[in-house]
Structure formats: C-alpha cells, structure tokens
C-alpha cells in the first residue's frame, strides 16, 4: 500500500519537478564531460606514463593475485584469480565512487558558494569518471580471460546491463553521503569505515554458497551482493543472472538513485550557507 | 513580470544562521547538542528593484550590507528566505574567477573548463576560443600547464573566459581589479561595449568611480535595506560624503580611546620594569639554549638558500619569456595606434581601433566653416567631420555613423546616415563622406569624436573610438548641463532688461 502510495506521489506529484531538474542537469553536459576528463586526465598528467598508468594499475593487481593465489595460497576456488578479479574491480569502482564521491560538495566548496550550476553535476562527475576507470579495467580483465581456460561465453553481452545497474546504485548512494558531508564533515570518514565493513558483507574473496544459508539470505540485503554476483556469473559461471537477480537489480538502481537524489535535492538549497 | 524588464526583486529577505558555538564534527555535535543554538541574522530586510532591459546598475555600500548576498541571491546560489525574484535572460556571473581550474592542464583545456562551469557549451567555446585566448594576450603560453603561470597571468585568463561569454544578464562581484592598469581598462572598456550591446549589467563595487563611469543607476545598500536608488552620479556624491562624515567620527572615537590607553599604559610601565628584573635572570639560562639552536638553524638555511636558487633561476626564465611577449604586444600596440594616427592628423592618443576591417577609414578630419583643420570651437560654430573610406568589398552597403563623447564618458550625440536617408551608402572603392554640424550647441567643455562605418547588423566594420579630442569653448558661463537650447525669461509677458544687480 505505501509502495503504491510512494509511486503514485513520485509520479504525479514531483514529476515535472524532476523532469526540469534532468534537462537542466543534461544542459550542463558539458561540465560533467569537462570535470570527467579533468580527473581522469588531471590525475596522471605529471606522470611519465600518464593514462596509461589507468590501464596499468588493474594489470598489476591482477598478476600481483595471480601470484599470490596460485603459487603461495592455493585456493579451493578454480581459477580463484579470475574469480576474484572479476568481482574486485566492480567493487573497486564502487568504493572509490563512494569513499571519495562523498567528499566531492565539501572539496568543491570554492565553486558551490561562488557559482550557479545544479550541484549533482558535481557527484555525477566524481561517480561517471570512477566508472570510466572501472570500462578502462575490464579491457585488463578481458585481456585476462582470453588468456585463462575460462574465455568469455555469449552471456557477455549481458555485461553493459549490469554496469548500468550498478552505476545508479553507486550514484544513489554518493548522492546521498555527498550532502550529507557537508552537514556533518564526519561522514566522509564513516564512510571509509563503512567501506571496510562493507567488503567482507560482499562475496568478492569467498563463494557465498559456501556461508550458512541464513546469513547467505542476509547478505542478500545488501544491494552490492546481487551486483557482484551477476558480475560472477556472467564472467567466471558463463551462465544468464536469472530473471529475478535482474528485476532486483533494475529495482535496487531506480530506487537507489531517486532516493539518493531526493535526499541531495532537499539538502543542497543550504549548501552555500554551510560550506 | 513586465515587458521591458530583466530582473525584478521583490520584497526579499534573507537571514543567515549564526551559530553561536557551532561543531561541525560528530563530537561537537552531541556533546553541545543543547549548546548548538544559533541566532538569525537579518542580512536582508525587504528589498525591491526592478532593472530594466540594457540598464547597468552598481550596488554600492558598506561591508556586511548585503549587496554580496544580494548577487548571490540574483545567481541562485542562495535562495531568499522571502520574497521573489524573476529574471528574463541569459545570466552569468562573474563572482570566482578561474574555478575548476586545474593547475596541470593547460590554458586552452583550463578555457574550456572553465566555460562549462558556466554553462557555455563545448561549440560555443570553440566559436570564441580564439577572441577568448587574444582578449588574455597569452597566445605564447596558452598550451602550457596553468601552474607555470604568474598570478597575473592566471587571473588574466580566467578573467578574460569570464567576460566572452553571451549573456542577457552580467552580474559582476568587485573582479575588476585584474592585472595592471592596461589589463583593467580593457575589461572597463570590453564591459562597456558590452553594454552598449544592450547587456544587462548589475555590479557591486567599492570603486564608485567605476560605478560611475559605467553604471546608469546606482542602488546604495545600508543595513540590509535600500537607502537610495537613483542616477548613479547623485547616489555616489551622497554615498561618499556620509561614509566621509561617518569615517571622521570613527576617527575622534579611536582617538578619544588613544588617549584612554595612553594612561593605563604608564600605569602598565611601572609595573613591567619591576617584573624586568626577574625576567633577566632567567634570561640568561635561557640564552645557553638559544646557541645551540642557532647552529641548527644555520644548518637548515644553508639547505633553504640551495633551494632559492633554484627557485628564482626558474623564475627568471619565465619573466624573459613574459617580457618578450610583452614587447610583442606593445609593438602591435603601436602598429594599431599609428594606424589611428595615419588616419587622422589630429588623432587624440587614446584613440582605439576596432573592426573587423574589409571596409576602412583613410582619413578623418575635423573642420571649421572655412575648411580648416580645427579642434577648438565656439558654442554655434559650424562642424564638418570629412571622412575618406577605402573598401575592399565595393558594392556592399554600409552604414557611417559619428558620435561625440564628453570626456567624462557622457556619450552627447550621434547620428547616422541611415537614419538620414533612411538608406545605406552602396560603397565604392574609395569614396568621400562628410557630416556638417550647422550649430554646434553642445556647452563649453571637452569632448571626442568617435566614427564607425557598420554592416546592416550593426556589426562595425571600422570604430575609431576616442579618434580626436576636440574642445568646445565659450566667453561665459551661462548655462550648464550638456548642451544649449535656445530661450528666453518672461516675467508679467513682458521681456526682462539685463541689468546688474543693485
């Protein structure tokens, strides 16, 4: 009844609200383009290497597990490394979208109290620029698994689909933390905390078949379990997500993100009161 | 809203929160939850304005007066606590310069940064990247990274990202003190062609001779209410002299209290040269420690002074290459100037060329009713302004038009061909125009002649700005204002004798 009710209020009643809010933030593209590439490019532009240390860094942890998990701990997992892997760098994407999304309002305050722009270009920059980080990975992972008896299999073309999922679920919750940080500077710490906790919660190291059912069914309750285990699936089970990890996923994205923007959208008219 | 109108403030209120002990961190927040009271501050008390379309006005005021929160309020970055405002028009706000910048790209990907925090697309920027980068005069290092430029150098390139864009509304907060006098009076000057453009500008600033120079109307701000809202001239002669009476005030205030710590402080001496004694004492101790810490100074500067070195050798290549494009710019300066001068033999020294050529002056001069060179006149003296053209394009048409400024910036009178005829001239070749002033009623003062030949967009083919400083002269000083209109004084319909005074 009150999931109708929600729907009914979202849709009615705020509609036309968020549809200006989505062309206003489309209008200003060209910033969440220009801040994209400012990180990804600003980032390594010292370097001697440059961007090609965003390709480089996946490479060396992935042979650095390789190592570690074939020669001196041999795991019980098959190919553990690409298990592994395959998880870890989804993971990777969402915990740095968070860990330093959620600081993105407060290190920007110069801009936020001087200049006019819809305040989510900022989170969504932060979050879209991680995410090309993660694309940039999986060209490793790719890479890897041609070279592994594993391969791909056709249910790769089911990978864009649950990037995209995972995307909205990553912005929903940076959205949130981000205005909350600027009420309460200690969140971004939480936050890191919470990261810490949040990875053993997730089966990246371990198969979560292998956990007592009960709290296999709890860690079900974090939205990052289904997100990696469609991620296994696809690449280390060469089976289809079933029909429900999808609809949950389709579910956990939308939600996530209307709530995450909501919240930032009732926070961000004090931010430059705040900052 | 009305017609006409491009922004309107009604009634608006602002408060701030001012926390009396406030915690940002965790801690703070639950150990002082109950101490965590805040007071309202009235930064805006109700204020009312509406700025008409192409109108300029300058906020002026006090610190803390709320004309800052006022531009904020115009940008959308903080929201009023009352009231409403509307705007009609593509705004933009030149408050911080140079946001987003990042010091390891380089000038022309800093451009476009920059310009999206805006809201100027990525095409918009490349249509004017080139007038943006030639407006910074930083063509020589525009593609190295931002960090390897001088602080003038920077501001110089966010300022000029700021003021190329298109806007209907500029809202401009205290920014044009960038760079050195030259750079200053090029964005005076860019803002007021702008202007002239028919933008909307709304500035706050403490440099009222700006304000007046540019603006319309000022609006003085006092305590969060307008106190006075009028033609810029007047609301800055008033605005001075109160903040002069009230500056002499605060002076016998502070001097008054002088006086009071004067005596206390003999009181205090007395004191300090018993405790003195003691003091040196202990200072002795003391001193055996001093000694071993200087050595390690000593140490530690000798480090630091390798590091200088180097530092200002760095620093030393960079203000070569600064001075070369320096003598760049100045050479092409003087080409530009000696361009005016080429075309009139009378040329004023702050004469200005702008245009985008194809259709030129050759020649300008001004002539009294005998056909003579002159620049000295008598109020009713006949005026030629006799122009030669040289055009690339013959047979496209064109349009000429002069106009005269005071030389306090009042722009007098202007006319135009087209208004004239109602046509444009087809140009030739080369071709001969003139325009005879048959009464020059403008008062004693000193004025310029500005010449411009335009497109049917009004877009100036050839501007002569500030061309010949001419000066108008009279034997006495009846009337003031601008100019002078025929009249006469009646009193009981019969004419008043001119008699002295008894």
Redo the contacts between chains.
């Keep these: 009844m009150h999931v109708i009710l929600l729907c009914y209020y979202i849709c009615f009643e705020v509609k036309d609200k968020m549809i200006n809010r989505v062309k206003e933030i489309y209008?200003?593209r060209?910033?969440i383009?220009?801040?994209v590439?400012?990180e990804l490019?600003?980032r390594y532009?010292?370097s001697v290497l440059g961007m090609l240390w965003t390709l480089l860094n996946p490479f060396f942890q992935i042979l650095i597990y390789t190592f570690v998990f074939t020669v001196i701990f041999p795991s019980s997992i098959e190919n553990y490394y690409i298990y592994l892997m395959t998880g870890m760098i989804p993971w990777t994407f969402f915990s740095e979208a968070l860990g330093q999304g959620a600081g993105t309002i407060v290190s920007n305050a110069?801009?936020?109290?001087?200049?006019?722009?819809p305040r989510e270009v900022l989170t969504i920059a932060s979050v879209t620029a991680k995410f090309v980080n993660m694309l940039l990975a999986f060209v490793v992972i790719f890479v890897f698994l041609l070279t592994s008896p594993l391969k791909f299999s056709y249910h790769i073309l089911l990978l864009p689909l649950v990037m995209i999922f995972e995307y909205f679920i990553a912005l929903g919750f940076t959205l949130f933390f981000s205005a909350i940080t600027v009420y309460?500077?200690?969140m971004e710490y939480?936050v890191g905390v919470l990261l810490m906790a949040w990875i053993w919660a997730t089966p990246i190291m371990y198969d979560i078949s292998s956990l007592d059912p009960v709290i296999g069914h709890i860690l079900l309750l974090n939205p990052m379990t289904l997100v990696v285990s469609a991620y296994h699936n696809i690449l280390y089970y060469h089976c289809v997500p079933t029909l429900w990890t999808m609809t949950a996923l389709l579910l956990e994205g939308i939600v996530f993100a209307l709530i995450g923007w909501g919240i930032f959208v009732h926070l961000e008219?004090?931010f430059?009161?705040e900052l | 809203m009305k017609p006409g109108n491009a922004i309107e403030v009604r009634n608006v209120k602002k408060y701030?929160?001012v926390y009396v002990d406030k915690g940002?961190?965790?801690r703070e927040?639950i150990v002082h939850f109950n101490r965590n009271r805040y007071e309202n501050r009235e930064v805006l008390k109700g204020i009312s304005f509406e700025v008409k379309k192409g109108e300029s006005v300058g906020l002026i005021g006090r610190n803390g007066c709320g004309k800052s929160t006022t531009l904020?309020l115009l940008?959308?970055?903080?929201?009023p606590n009352g009231g409403t405002i509307e705007m009609d028009g593509r705004?933009c706000?030149l408050?911080?310069l140079g946001?987003?910048f990042?010091p390891?790209?380089s000038g022309r990907?800093n451009i476009?940064?920059n310009a999206?925090?805006?809201?100027?697309?990525?095409k918009e920027v490349d249509e004017r990247i080139n007038d943006i980068i030639r407006f910074s005069e930083l063509e020589e290092f525009i593609d190295n990274?931002v960090r390897t430029y001088s602080s003038g150098m920077y501001m110089r390139l966010a300022f000029s990202v700021a003021i190329n864009v298109d806007a209907d509304i500029l809202l401009i907060d205290e920014i044009l003190a960038v760079g050195d006098n030259a750079f200053q009076t090029k964005c005076f000057n860019k803002l007021k062609s702008m202007k002239d453009q028919g933008t909307t500008i709304v500035i706050v600033s403490h440099a009222l001779g700006q304000v007046e120079k540019l603006c319309d109307r000022a609006i003085w701000i006092e305590d969060g209410l307008i106190r006075k809202d009028g033609p810029a001239r007047l609301v800055c002669k008033e605005y001075l002299d109160k903040m002069e009476s009230s500056r002499l005030e605060r002076a016998e205030l502070e001097y008054r209290m002088h006086l009071d710590e004067e005596k206390q402080r003999k009181a205090a001496e007395e004191e300090a040269r018993k405790r003195e004694k003691e003091e040196a004492e202990r200072r002795r101790k003391e001193n055996d420690r001093q000694k071993r810490e200087a050595e390690r100074r000593q140490k530690e500067e000798r480090r630091r002074n390798i590091e200088e070195k180097k530092r200002k050798e760095e620093e030393e290549r960079r203000k070569k290459q600064e001075e070369e494009a320096l003598q760049k710019r100045k050479e092409e300066e003087r080409r530009r100037n000696a361009s005016c001068r080429a075309v009139a033999v009378q040329c004023s020294p702050d004469a200005r060329r702008e245009g985008m050529g194809k259709i030129f002056f050759t020649e300008v001069k001004m002539l009294d009713h005998l056909g003579k060179e002159q620049t000295k006149y008598n109020i009713g003296d006949e005026m030629t302004v006799s122009m030669k053209y040289f055009s690339e394009i013959p047979g496209t048409s064109a349009n000429f038009v002069i106009g005269i400024n005071r030389n306090d910036w009042i722009y007098c009178y202007g006319t135009s061909l087209q208004h004239e005829g109602g046509n444009f001239l087809v140009t030739k070749k080369e071709g001969y125009i003139s325009v005879t002033i048959k009464k020059l009623n403008l008062l004693q003062g000193k004025y310029s002649l500005e010449v411009r030949i335009q497109n049917i967009e009004k877009i100036p083919y050839d501007y002569l700005i500030s061309l010949i400083d001419f000066e108008v002269r009279s034997d006495e000083k009846k009337e003031t204002g601008i100019l002078t209109m025929p009249y006469e004084w009646r009193t009981n319909d019969t004419q008043i004798k001119i008699g002295k005074i008894k």
């Design positions: 209008e200003y060209d910033m383009y220009s801040l590439k400012r490019r600003g532009q010292k110069d801009m936020t109290k001087k200049i006019y722009f309460l500077r200690d939480i008219g004090n430059a009161e | 701030f929160k940002h961190m965790l927040r904020k940008t959308r970055i903080l929201r705004v706000s408050i911080e946001a987003g990042h390891d790209m990907e476009y940064i999206s925090i805006f809201g100027i697309k990525a990274p």
